[in-house]
């Protein structure tokens, strides 16, 4: 064989290296392309809602039946989901307006860094500045997040172990299992500015309300009401649930997902075991619809009639998606195939919205508080942002 032929059938050879390397990363992601068409339509979707959107404010949620949106302020506990969404539909496709109307509402958003009446903060502004800092970074980015790591520090009670969720009465001291998902925040703080009494506090509340929040089964309670003052507990009770002693959907979800983080975090295989056990709850549950989209409650008391909670899957397919990765050959295998479950049935019809509905929000039927009469069955910022995170996960393994 000559040099010429040789080197045609070491290209030859290369090329179908290549082609079966691509062919078996495509087969064991199938619905890749359909996740880059969710990020176009989202694309689309935002610009409605941006265009919709009054100058001062952050989207809420939308009304279909009366065509009316609800729109909140800087302070509200989701006001960083729609820089965040923006953020992740822009990684994806590059519209330069989904970056421009993403720096702005950080803008409004920034003075919230000084906020100490909420445990929000990891949401509010890890969800929006912490990815700004991975997507479009800009050097203030590192001195918000530090000082929102701060503010939300400064509601540590090292007596009770946990950061307060609420401002409640005098003698409660309140902790909600959503609380789970504002450590995140510290754990970076801790990374960037080498003080470890950030870290420390993750892992005490961690500790702490995997020790109250949770029953035998691994289904958890959403309140928890300690004595601020001896640490005991007062009161396991819902706030958003049936009943004090159902498992609401999305606390679940939240304990799954921040289960995931402080075992991604920490490395101690205590929180994987937990993490695992509550997928375990949530995917072994009788009452989980095939679909894999949860009712609200997991006790709701008229399933199959019960409202769904779209954004409980949205958390849950995303969650998964990062567990899988830590977990051995078979649960992962089981993780990606439910996360893929749900992910499939949200892009399609009653979840996925019509083009240019749904007030330019991308999912719909979702539950934000039925004992409170509020946000049921409508958009939520939560449920489209971890909706496009857990599409972007399944898209970058
Ligand atoms: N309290 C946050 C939520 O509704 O999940």
Redesign the pocket.
Known sequence: MNNYSLRFFQTLLLCSMVCTFAWSQQSNKPLSKLFQQNFKFAEAQYKVLAKNLPADKFPKTFFPNTNKYEWSNSGW??SGFYPGSLLYIYQQTHDKAMLDEANRILKLLEKEQFNTTTH?LG?MMFCSFGNAKDIAPKPEYKDILIQSAKSLASRFNPTVGCIKSWDGKKDEFLV?I?NMMNLELLFWATKVTGDSSYYKIAVTHANTTMKHHFRPDFSSYHVINYNGATGAVQQKRT??GFADESAWA??QA?GLYGYTVMYRETKNPIYLKQAQQIAKYIMANPHLPADKIPFWDYNAPNIPEALRDA?AASITASALLELGKYSNASLKKSYFKEAETILVNLSKAPYKARAGMNGGFVIQHCV??IPGNT?VDVPLT?ADYYYFEAMKRYLEM
């Open positions: 506990w989701c929000d949401f909600i959503d706030a958003q999305r606390g939240w954004s934000g508080h946000e939560y």
